[in-house]
Nanobody
Framework: QVHLVESGGGLVQAGGSLRLSCAAS????????MGWYHQAPGMQRELVAT???????NYADSVKGRFTISRDNAKNTVYLQMNGLKPEDTGVYYC??????????????WGQGTQVTVSS
């Protein structure tokens, strides 16, 4: 089993910055990709950004140029640097990771989420 724990959320004014972190632990053999999703109040969860173990990144159009995803493979941790925050960025941010455990079974895990609130 692979557990993800997010941190770094909070309240910030529009135009401000936050950095989210997500650490993976457990019976990890590999982490092939990690990512962040955003769920605004009353809305469905949507992709924000992903990063592969090789460093290839993918971003939602709404965050390109403002958010940067990165990872530290040695620490099994993924980060999301969020700059130029807007009120519409408010919501819960979930970390996700997929790969294989030591038994070579695949996993796709989610964190519990961290709240980000951007005031106008």
């Amino acid at each position: 089993q692979v557990h993800l724990v997010e941190s770094g959320g909070g309240l910030v004014q529009a135009g401000g910055s936050l950095r989210l972190s997500c650490a993976a632990s457990g019976s990890i053999f590999s982490i092939d990709a990690m990512g962040w999703y955003h769920q605004a109040p009353g809305m469905q969860r949507e992709l924000v950004a992903t990063i592969t173990n090789g460093g290839r990144t993918n971003y939602a159009d709404s965050v390109k140029g403002r958010f940067t995803i990165s990872r530290d493979n040695a620490k099994n941790t993924v980060y999301l640097q969020m700059n130029g925050l807007k009120p519409e960025d408010t919501g819960v941010y979930y970390c996700t990771a997929e790969g294989t455990v030591y038994s070579k079974s695949p996993y796709h895990s989610w964190g519990q989420g961290t709240q980000v609130t951007v005031s106008s």
